[in-house]
């Protein structure tokens, strides 16, 4: 009685993934969804995003241009960060900054020379930014001020003096020593893509079912609803795996991104991902049985979460206790964690296990309600 | 002809707001989308975890650790008691930050300057490094600047004076909340024009419209009226929602904002519409609707510069609608820019639309059957 | 749990026994009876045929028997087990076939049987042998590499049927096998579902809206609106319509007009068309009514007779609501110089790529004609519509509505024509009042005649009871009224109906040619396609094409004549399609011999 029972179950579970691939396989647009668009999305955004400032637009104004002003101008002129613009005065700097063709203002004032040159006084040199976009405002503060501070010792080294600071502060960067922005965004990014995908892929083979009638047909044959939903994951989960692989591969031979921990870990980690992904596609559309309402779903659940609420570009330690609370939501939020690690650090594994643990848990939770609506959807 | 595409402009609201689930879809996400991601947008942090490797128990450096703590931007977490523990905690994300602070630090502060603290940080995620050692170096300077005073040393000869025009704190929400109007904006508009011909097509409603003495043209105006419409009620609720909640201020002319907002719903109803007349089914146009709106946000300075940006990619974003609207909103909104000093942003986001609607227009009459 | 399917232990005296069967869907408020205490029991070895209207119940009792719904009370047991307590038991021993057989129209043919081998768990070395019977049986063998979706619709069907019958199941149930089939696929399938039957002593539950079908049924339970209205054989429900049923005839004037004058006569229950006569269904005891020039000869009852004899008697308000039918104050046709062929077709092609959807036809239709257009599934009708009506640009040839390419010309000439298409396209979550309201406005009524014509259109259709309901949820034969309404919102002159009339009852039907015969007696040009055979006799002419060309045209007795042969001098309508229709493959076999 077991032994044939289990050989018609292995083969309704075959016949519904080769049933599936070949669905696939003829039709264009799941295969260009799992291959193409992470290619051009991570392209377009790998070379796309970055936050680190270079060529920075500054307006130079000294209002009394004399040998100490350019000296210290000369120390962001040869800065690789800044694009410098001399300034006739500070209006005509303060109307670049209005119209956005600079960035910052360094202005010497008047008094600067001689307060310099005085042992009592300190010469001011004034910084405007445009505060805008604060996070790139910090930025250039910080740049800036290291240029003026590599200024003033080479002032003091030349004059002989020894200018101390009482604390100096030396940092290291462990992981990403240049903080290459890249090394963190790419990662970060394929985070994001493959929930797009993975959700993209499955939001519509359910209801696609619906729509058509073929579910009901399905339905009154002897097969299992667990048997049903395996069949539409495997063949999914194999499309999109394909697709991390193609993304992973972008990572490190097109941008350089190390790879410090093993490729065992990302595949497994990855496989617990996907499997999440394309369990929350899959729990949309069994819920809304219409295209139209799961593509909806699909677009206002996946991305924007994915990209704000993930971790990926924003500090989710930073944000409010009870938005903290809402990203556990979010699939991508864990696995951002882990590639920056697996990327970044290494195998770590009191941060890739929990991680891994909270994605599966997920990815059971969205896989069991999609299973038990089905049930109840017969109705 | 005013008539008819008064008609199926009515029609086109009834359709979606009668019907609960695209009523839902309409009105309910944008205004949530706008409060979580309002909150969970922004670059500056809070609560970064710090462990103190403290080999001096001496006055001054309970002064420096006093002043980390006292910023909101970092929390102490347990003190690290050997340095070979220093690589766990960093790994294990248990601190981002470490401070290490040798054991004669008074001592050199006092007899022979400088004293030197190590800043051991997390580089995972650079921009967040960047910005912690930012706070780091800053709460330094300070130190230095006070020890100087209290103990008569002789001061720098140069001091650095700095201010940020438009944002004097430099919050980052004030740069991202008027993002998220522009974001969602083009998301709404995207959903309301793009599906809405895809729909009538599968409904088989189309062919019924087509019989009907409306023109192409028509269909084309009365299609695009209700993004417009919603697009333009949904923006003012965000709005004052982002100057009321989130108290962004809004220094420029209403004047101004709204026509670059009417500029930047037309030219989002184009694309809208131009997707939607090159799909002919649902799910081509909500395929169309990703491949837009994805890189749409990507690349149009929301998050990231476009400045940063390789020059291809900086040449490819001038297509972008949202590009010049984050422009336009930001400037409307802090700077306060005048009309005029905004024309390099509108007359864009005029062409872009102009040529998405005569090209949907064309798509129409060629695609009709 | 599960036994071995083929050892059964006894033959069971029904196949399939319910008691009180209710199942009701949506909440209190909205809450609707799909199927209401339905007892009932089905013998085994032979057909059963499930008869009623659109929205009795048929689908879900269906749905009940293969165990996808659950029941809200009452007993079902199907083959001797309890659907309730094991749905897969059942499942893996009954053959279910829904209305809309879910082929994957992305497999081929040969991956759709596969699929369904391996679910139903058909052993390999059986499979060879299986497929190559269902293949001859569905005459499919030459298409096993065909992508479904390639297939004509009376195709897909025995595709479906052959799915679902890949291990033979002891019971099958067939929802609606028929529908939206042509004629001669439908001979297909019942001769198979016959030879199951026959060979394989299968049970087979069918459901039906053709209730000529109902005569080849061993067994017929009539459902409507939820209940049982009656169970027996077919000739159980004519036997007491003996002697009440007559075909009058008259030798001068229209059919539709001595149908007219019969149908308000008070002793005539139900007057149609039927071949050269109309057929007369009287009250009982009554002699025929002595009409003028009425020439009554005595016919067999038939089970359409008893059907819309119940359903009558039932609703009789409905019926009372189309015979006060008013038409709007529209003048008659102006008859003026304009030419009296009002739609001209000359040579008209229209290619897809290599292939040839509609081959040179040409036709004409005269004004205040009923002209139909009737052909399999495939044989261009549909294309030929919307070139008409300028939705399809043609690939060459000529063509003119109205004196005009409706493609080519001015918007407002599209004001002239009104049209209806297949599935009622209509805005479903608009109200009925707002989509009469979208096509007043959209054909430029004035504010005043906006509101005549829509108090019209809810008084003449009886739909101002739904007033305010979303029409997506009204039943399937007031869609079609408020679809024909929102045609007629502007009074054109010509009516463009692509199949107005499938899946709609009986009932429906007779109302809806009642008002087309209206309309066309006020000059107003109605082109209609059609599945329903029997409607063909209500056209004035009508052209019956296949494979893009026009095989016959004329009026109705016209084309009947063409196919009359010895061993049948007087066909049907359906006979003689079916007749002309395998013409050109016999004459294309002979030429190729």
Sequence with gaps: MQKPERGGQRMRLFGLIRKESLQILRDPSSLAIAFLMPVILLFLFGYGVSLDAKLIPVALVADAPDAQSAALFSAFGHSPYFVTHPAANLAMAEDWLLTRKVDAIVHLPSDFSAKLLSTTDQAPVQLIVNGVNANQARLIQGYISSAWQGWLQQRSQSLGQEVHQPVEMAARVWFNPELRSRDYLVPGLIAVIMTLIGALLTALVMAREWERGTLEALMVTPVRINELLLGKLIPYFVLGMGGMALSVAMALWLFDVPLRGSVWTLFLTSSVFLLAALGMGLLISVTARNQFVASLVAIITTFLPAFMLSGFIFDIGSMPDWLQVLTHVVAARYFVVILHTLFLAGDVGSVIWPNTLAMLALALVFLGASRRRIRKNLE | MWQRIIALSIKEFQALLRDPRSRFVIIIPPLLQLLVFSFAATFDLNHVPLAVYNQDGSQAAQALIARFTGSQHFTLTAPIEREADIPQRINEQDALMVLNIGPRFEHHLLVDRPASVQIIIDGRNSNTAAIALGYASTIVQDFNTDWQQDHGLPALPSVMQTRAWFNPNLESRWFIIPGIVGLLMLVVVMVVTALSVAREREQGTFDQLLVTPLRPFEILVAKAIPGMVIGLLEATAIILLAVTVFAVPLHGSLLTLYTGIALFLLSATGVGLMISALSATLQQAVLGVFLFLVPAVILSGFATPIANMPPLVQDLTLINPLRYFMVILRSVFLEGSSFDGLIDQFWPLGVIGLSTLAFAGWLFRNRMH | ?593
Excluded at chain 3, 385 to 400: I, N, Y
């Design chain 3, 1 to 593: 749990m599960s036994t071995p399917p083929d050892t059964e232990p006894h033959e069971l005296a029904f196949a399939i026994v319910a008691q009180g069967l209710c199942k009701s869907f949506g909440k209190p408020p909205k809450r609707t009876d799909a199927v209401s205490d339905v007892s009932l029991q089905v013998k085994p070895g032979q057909v059963t045929g499930l008869i009623g209207a659109d929205a009795a119940g048929k689908t879900t009792l269906m749905r009940l028997i293969a165990g996808l719904l659950t029941p809200d009370s009452g007993s079902l047991s199907v083959l001797g087990m309890d659907v309730l307590s094991d749905p897969l038991a059942v499942q893996s021993r009954v053959g279910y076939m829904p209305q809309h057989f879910g082929l994957y129209e992305d497999l081929s043919v040969q991956e759709n049987l596969d699929l369904y081998a391996d679910l139903q768990g058909l052993p390999r070395p059986e499979r060879p042998a299986r497929y190559a019977q269902l293949l001859a049986m569905t005459k499919l063998g030459d298409f096993t590499d065909r992508l479904a979706g390639r297939l004509s619709g009376g195709m897909k069907q025995k595709l479906g049927l052959a799915c679902t019958l890949v291990r033979p199941p002891r019971l099958l149930l067939l929802d609606e096998p028929t529908v939206g089939v042509d004629p001669v696929s439908r001979r297909e399938l019942w001769a198979i579902v016959f030879q199951l039957v026959a060979d394989e002593g299968m049970s087979v539950l069918l459901s039906t809206a053709y209730l000529d079908e109902a005569e080849r049924c061993a067994q017929v339970i009539l459902l409507h609106e939820g209940r049982v209205l009656g169970q027996g054989t077919p000739a159980s429900f004519t036997e007491q319509l003996q002697g009440r049923v007559f075909g009058a005839r008259r030798e001068h004037g229209r059919r539709r007009n001595l149908q007219a004058e019969l149908s308000a006569t008070p002793a005539v229950l139900d007057a149609v068309i039927d071949g050269d006569q109309v057929r007369v269904l009287l009250q009982a005891d009554t002699a025929p009514p002595g009409l003028p020039e009425v020439i009554w000869t005595a016919m067999q009852p038939r089970f359409e007779d008893a059907f819309v004899l119940r359903l009558q008697s039932l609703a009789p308000a409905s019926q009372a609501s189309v015979q006060t039918v008013q038409l709007s104050p529209a003048a008659p046709a102006q008859d003026d110089v304009r030419p009296a062929s009002i739609i001209e077709v000359r040579e008209l092609t229209r290619r897809f790529g290599a292939f040839t959807a509609v081959d040179a036809i040409s036709f004409q239709v005269e004004r205040g004609e009923i002209f139909g257009l009737l052909g399999a599934n495939g044989a261009g009708k549909s294309t030929t519509f919307r070139m008409l009506c300028g939705l399809l640009p043609a690939s060459s040839g000529q063509l003119s509505v109205a004196g005009v390419d409706l493609r080519r010309a001015a918007a407002r000439a599209r004001a002239r024509i009104g049209y209806m298409s297949q599935k009622f396209a209509l805005y479903e979550v608009l109200s009925v009042a707002q989509n009469l309201k979208f096509f007043a406005r959209t054909y430029g009524l004035s504010r005043e005649r906006q509101r005549t014509r829509i108090a019209w259109a809810l008084d003449e259709f009886d739909l101002a009871a739904y007033r305010d309901s979303n029409c997506g949820l009204l039943p399937l034969g007031f869609k079609q009224r408020l679809a024909m309404a929102c045609a007629l919102m502007h009074e054109p002159d010509i009516l463009f109906l692509d199949e107005p009339t499938s899946g709609v009852d009986p009932i429906e039907r007779r109302a809806f040619w009642r008002r087309i015969n209206q309309l066309a007696d006020h000059g107003v040009t109605i082109m209609i396609t059609t599945h329903f055979l029997d409607e063909a006799e209500y056209c004035d002419r009508l052209v019956i094409m296949s494979q893009g060309a026009i095989l016959a045209e004329g009026s109705p007795k016209a084309v009947r004549a063409q196919s009359s042969s010895a061993d049948k001098p007087n066909p049907t309508m359906e006979e003689a399609f079916i007749e002309l229709i395998s013409r050109p493959a016999a004459e294309a076999a002979h030429a190729k011999a």
